[in-house]
């Protein structure tokens, strides 16, 4: 019954910002930790960067300084501001949420659909 729901990829051109959001929803009895992955085509799904339920952050070498991650006071709405985007950062961004449904519940990873985030040079 769990849902991440994402929005705001698009088309952008080179040194162009963007905000993804993924919002969870469902019988969430534990939250962990959220982030995003992407993968462009013919490549392996990457990490890009993670928020812990206490509010640390991770990122991939590869976004730091240009990506930012957050999250709302609910804690079940994540956010990526993306500034200064390149070509290398198109790809399908994927949200995921580490938690657990019920309290008798493991905790597992949830993942969205994706959303197409495109940079043209």
């Known amino acids: 019954q769990v849902q991440l729901v994402e929005s705001g990829g698009d088309l952008v051109q080179a040194g162009g910002s963007l905000r993804l959001s993924c919002a969870a929803s469902?019988?969430?009895?534990?939250?962990?930790?959220m982030g995003w992955h992407r993968q462009a085509p013919g490549k392996q799904r990457e990490f890009v960067a993670a928020?812990?339920?206490?509010?640390?952050?991770n990122y991939a070498d590869s976004v730091k300084g240009r990506f930012t991650i957050s999250r709302d006071n609910a804690k079940t709405t994540m956010y990526l501001q993306m500034n200064n985007l390149k070509p290398e950062d198109t790809a399908v961004y994927y949200c995921?949420?580490?938690?657990?449904?019920?309290?008798?519940?493991?905790?597992?990873?949830?993942w969205g659909q994706g959303t197409q985030v495109t940079v043209s040079s």
């Open positions: 928020i812990t339920s206490g509010g640390s952050t």
């Open positions: 469902g019988s969430i009895f534990s939250l962990n930790a």
């Open positions: 995921n949420a580490h938690l657990t449904p019920t309290a008798w519940g493991l905790y597992t990873d949830y």
